[in-house]
């Protein structure tokens, strides 16, 4: 039987080394309105804000692999996937931060900024800090503490 690919795509979300409890899944569905987005993700760190906040910047990544060293576990996703060359945070791959409660966290969310497609081949990570939304080029999200690969899924 052969399989033709969707317009959707998936990443399974994993903690580094540091950050092994991390786990959870995004998913992308096209839709007549755009890109539907959903991120459900448990383990995370406790707070990292004061007054008891915890809100983690996601973006999307140039690089295809969540592979890297001893010093970043996750050097080969690249940089922010920002295909227009827009400053942050207008990158297609700038998109809403996380705010956990407890160490669980989900968002949704619509965009127009890209397609499943686009996104197949391309790297989810997850910043130990939020997102100023100012710094260039990343907004001082800090390190990086979970990644996932995104693959088309197969109809």
Request: proline share 7%.
């Amino acid at each position: 039987m052969r399989s033709y690919y969707s317009n959707s795509a998936i990443a399974a979300i994993k903690g580094s080394r540091e950050y092994p409890d991390i786990k959870g899944y995004a998913y992308f569905t096209e839709t007549d309105e755009g890109t539907a987005v959903s991120i459900a993700v448990r383990g995370l760190p406790g707070k990292n804000l004061p007054c008891g906040s915890a809100i983690f910047a996601v973006h999307i990544h140039e690089g295809s692999s969540c592979s890297g060293n001893q010093k970043d576990p996750f050097a080969d996703i690249k940089g922010h996937w920002n295909p227009e060359k827009c400053p942050h945070p207008f990158h297609a791959g700038d998109i809403p931060p996380l705010f956990a409660a407890g160490r669980k966290a989900s968002l949704s969310f619509l965009t127009d900024k890209f397609t499943p497609k686009e996104v197949v081949g391309k790297t989810i990570v997850i910043h130990k800090s939020f997102d100023d939304f100012r710094t260039q080029p990343s907004g001082a999200s800090g390190e990086k503490i979970a990644c996932g690969e995104i693959k088309a899924v197969l109809s």
